[in-house]
């Protein structure tokens, strides 16, 4: 199971911290990764992590400001978030990796998602 | 990077095939994963692999893949099919590793 939280309120240029809590399976094992979706549209991927953090990447729309970072003693993901913009607004999930870095990765379960309010 | 498309909008009736499609150049030679979304709910895993079926999903729900085109099939669709749908690659070798389609709106 994955259970995220820290969503809320957030005026246009402050932060938040995403977490992911994991259960059920080996999260230090596993390649993780954010998906965002803003109200009415569709999913879109925001950042992966590999399970020793060689491989972390995110999307052109977040680089630079998101930070993606995993705590394997305690099965959690994290997203930090700062300077916030108002399109940043959307519910984010968590989801798991199906396999390592070089497999056909697909992503199952995801997370319930949690949401994110840009807005002065 | 690579990049995948889909149709915005599939329509069909009752107990009909609904057919959505995911394109990209030569996307037969990648594996293709699609997700159903309902309204208000996280992503739900439905086909794997081009066309494996976790556990608990419905035999009606079925995918090929081949040359440009990867295709999710519904058949005998229900009222509860009713859903976005949305294709996804894997790219090891990119910057961005997870791609996603724009997503389908399947109404029944």
């Known amino acids: 199971q994955l259970m995220e939280s820290g969503g809320g309120l957030v005026k246009p240029g402050g932060s938040l911290r995403l977490s992911c809590a994991v259960s059920?399976?080996?999260?230090?094992?596993?390649?993780m990764i954010w998906v965002r979706q803003a109200p009415g549209r569709g999913l879109e991927w925001v950042s992966s992590i590999s399970p020793t953090t060689r491989y972390v990447h995110y999307a052109d729309s977040v680089k630079g400001r998101f930070s993606i970072s995993r705590d394997n003693a305690n099965n959690s993901l994290y997203l930090q978030m700062d300077s916030l913009r108002d399109d940043d607004t959307g519910t984010y999930y968590c989801?798991?990796?199906?396999?390592?870095?070089?497999?056909?990765?697909?992503?199952?379960?995801w997370g319930q998602g949690t949401l994110v309010t840009v807005s002065s | 990077s690579y990049e995948v498309t889909q149709s915005p909008s599939v329509s069909v009736a009752p107990g009909k095939t609904a057919r959505i499609t995911c394109g990209g150049r030569n996307i037969g030679g990648r594996s293709v994963h699609w997700y159903q979304q309902k309204p208000g709910q996280a992503p739900v895993l439905v086909i794997y692999l081009d066309k494996e079926r976790p556990s608990g999903i419905p035999e009606r729900f079925s995918g090929s893949n081949s040359d440009n085109t990867a295709t999710l099939v519904i058949s005998r669709v229900e009222a509860g099919d009713e859903a976005d749908y949305y294709c996804q690659v894997w790219d090891s070798s990119s910057v961005h590793p997870v791609i996603l389609g724009g997503g389908t709106k399947l109404t029944v």
């Open positions: 989801a798991r990796a199906s396999g390592d870095w070089y497999a056909d990765n697909w992503f199952d379960p």
């Open positions: 059920g399976f080996s999260f230090s094992d596993t390649i």
